[in-house]
């Protein structure tokens, strides 16, 4: 099998989530004590399944200010995620890509995979179980920042 390779980053020792201008930075025990998911999903750089468990993006914002449901519907169709690595990788997500009754797939921010720590990948990674390619996935994540599109 031929691994995928990295450029080498800094690990992420924390996570900063900011919603509405409002930061607040975040230790794996921090997640681990919210509720958890487990998601299996095909990671096509590494021709394999893995199996991560962490806490659900939507459930993350909605603790730091951004409830992802009903009454925040209008809201979410005008905002959007960055999710940035310590590497500087950063990708979008658009908010109603991360609540249950818009979208089919599950976004956490991971803090094992296969009951063990992420290793190279740092303490937070961002996974998102529908993606067909994991090129939204952040390793090494530092910072997730919920910005307004108005």
Known sequence: MTEHVHAPAPTSTSLTVTVDGKAATLSVADLLAMPQKTVTVYNEHMKANETYTGVL???????????????????????????????????????????????????????????KPLGEDGQFKLVDSEDKKPQRWVRNLSAITVKSAE
């Open 57 to 115: 993006l939507g459930d993350l914002l909605a603790k730091y200010g951004l409830p992802v449901d009903k009454t925040t519907h209008r809201k979410m169709l005008r905002s959007y995620i960055v999710a940035e690595g310590t590497d500087k990788y950063w990708v979008l997500y658009s908010v109603t890509e991360i609540e249950g009754s818009e979208h089919n797939g599950d976004v956490i921010v991971a803090t094992s995979m296969g009951g």
